[in-house]
C-alpha cells in the first residue's frame, strides 16, 4: 500500500510541474521596421552604347583562388594536386623515422653507412 501510494504521490507531482513550467503568455512590445528609401538615378544614355562597353579580363589561377577559405590548397585543380608531396619512397613509422622492417629502408641504410 505505501508503494503505491508513492507512486500516486510521484505521478501528481510530476504533473503538477509540467502544467506549472509552461512560459508566460505576456506580449511583448512589437519591433518597429525602419526602411530607407533610395533613390536611384538614370545616367544619360549614349548613342554609341558598343564604343563605351570595354572588356575585362580575370585571371583564374591567382595564390587566393587555389586555397579554400581555411588555407589549405584546393585539391580539385590540377596545378595543386601537382605540388601534393606524394608518397615517400620507402614506409615510415608515425614518428617520421624509417621503417626498418621494410627492405627498401634496409638497403638505403647500409648505403649510408
Not at 552604347?49 to 572588356?55: G, V
Not at 601537382?82 to 614506409?91: F, I, M, Y
Amino acid at each position: 500500500m505505501k508503494k503505491l501510494l508513492g507512486l500516486i504521490a510521484i505521478m501528481a507531482l510530476g504533473v503538477t510541474t509540467t502544467f506549472a513550467q509552461t512560459p508566460a503568455t505576456a506580449t511583448a512590445p512589437a519591433k518597429k521596421v525602419v526602411k530607407k528609401e533610395v533613390k536611384t538615378v538614370a545616367a544619360p544614355v549614349k548613342k554609341d552604347a558598343k564604343a563605351a562597353t570595354t572588356t575585362v579580363k580575370t585571371t583564374t589561377t591567382t595564390a587566393a583562388s587555389t586555397l579554400k577559405k581555411d588555407g589549405t590548397p584546393d585539391m580539385r585543380l590540377k596545378a595543386n594536386k601537382a605540388k601534393a608531396v606524394t608518397k615517400p619512397a620507402a614506409p615510415v613509422k608515425k614518428d617520421g623515422t624509417p621503417d626498418m622492417r621494410y627492405k627498401e629502408n634496409k638497403a638505403a641504410a647500409k648505403k649510408n653507412k
